[in-house]
């Protein structure tokens, strides 16, 4: 058999074939380039601004606007770069819809809440709508879950879900004032964490240990005065019966003592003072009431462990040293009393010498 032309026309390959068979180019695969994409951003960049104002107008007032325009230009971009002219679809029309989801996926972000939870605070919203028409009152919690075919639960947990709102923390709140003047704050103001932090509690317990060392270096006298009027919070004329005195000297020694105190907690806690001699006997007084204050103050825990372990030792040395000069005090005393009852018994020694014979 003579093979005839069409079946001795060989077959071409599949690799040649392909290439020289005209490729079409594609619009979806082929990329504009960069000049073409920033003219017709450019150009319908006004369009971004009136899909975020129509969506806007129904969210609530703390979204912010801002963000939902950087998501819409974001979507202009992708717009501008797949945009086909072979579709016949206006770019305004297709740019349109790309920005418009482009702002509610950043919608569905910013909100803390799922979708499913908002379809079904949606569902529940709109039955409990059509009851209340119904009805001509709003229905009851039992009416709302049978005509749902649901629970109780389940009516009460999507109330609670609906219930979750998204708020700015530098929205105003509006309030009153006590004169009606109206006040303005943010969320962020309302919200500041007013307790005190570690170094103020440092700081509070540190200025506590000086106070108490300064009560216990007062003298005696002003000391009652103090725990009597202020720790024991008992009246002027029951302290004045106490000390024998009248109630305004009772107040001018709790006056006296606070000066004191004051000075002693400014002399410890800031020690920037002129290291100048003391002139005079009441100054020296302060001065030892000040170094008195800084030693109760160290035994108290202010200041290193070596110094306060000192203070303490200190303060017990002269808690006993009073009873050892006490104790010395007498026993001098006696043995001063026993040649001074001698000399009494001893006679004279010219009596003595007149006695003898001649």
């Known amino acids: 058999m003579i093979p005839t032309q069409r079946t001795a026309e060989p077959a071409a390959p599949r690799t040649a074939r392909a290439a020289t068979a005209p490729r079409s180019a594609s619009p979806r ?23 975020v104002r ?4 129904r969210l609530p007032a703390h979204v912010d606007s801002g963000d939902l325009a950087g998501a819409g230009a ?26 418009r989801g482009a702002v509610l996926d950043e919608l569905r972000v910013m909100d803390l809440v799922s979708r499913g939870v908002r379809s079904r605070g949606r569902e529940m ?12 009152r709003r229905p009851t919690r039992e009416e709302l879950a049978g005509a749902m075919g649901v629970g109780t ?25 006590d004169g009606g003047e109206a006040l303005a704050r943010t969320w962020a103001e309302g919200l500041a964490d007013e307790r005190p932090g570690p170094e103020e509690l440092a700081l509070r317990a540190e200025r ?13 006298r002003l000391r009652r005065v103090v725990v009597g009027t202020f720790l024991e919070q008992r009246p002027l004329a029951e302290v004045a019966e106490e000390l024998g005195v009248t109630e305004s000297r009772v ?9 004191l105190l004051r000075a002693g907690m400014e002399a410890v806690l800031e020690p920037q003072r002129p290291a100048e001699a003391p002139v005079g006997v009441a100054a020296r007084r302060r001065e030892a009431f000040y170094a008195d204050v800084a030693l109760h103050a160290a035994a108290a825990g202010v200041g290193s462990a070596a ?5 303490r030792e200190e303060l017990a040395a002269r808690a006993a040293a009073p009873v050892r000069t006490a104790a010395s005090v007498a026993a001098v005393a006696a043995a001063a009393a026993v040649p001074a009852q001698r000399q009494a018994v001893r006679p004279a020694p010219w009596a003595t010498r007149q006695a003898l014979p001649a």
């Open 54 to 57: 129509e969506v806007a107008m």
């Open 153 to 177: 639960a389940e009516v009460d947990r999507r109330r609670a879900e609906s219930g979750v709102t998204v708020s700015s923390l530098d929205a105003p709140v509006a309030g009153s004032g």
């Open 307 to 311: 110094r306060s372990a000192q203070a």
């Open 208 to 220: 506590m240990r000086v106070m108490g060392a300064g009560v216990a270096a007062l003298p005696e």
């Open 125 to 136: 919203h709109g039955v409990e709508d059509s009851l209340t028409a119904t009805l001509g």
């Open 251 to 259: 107040s001018q020694l709790r006056t006296e003592a606070l000066g």
């Open 29 to 51: 695969t082929s990329r504009r380039d960069a000049a073409a994409v920033e003219a017709l951003v450019t150009a319908h960049l006004p369009l971004v601004g009136h899909v």
């Open 74 to 99: 974001a979507g202009l971009l992708q717009a501008a770069r797949g945009y086909d002219e072979e579709t016949g679809v206006p770019f305004t029309r297709y740019a349109s819809t790309r920005i």
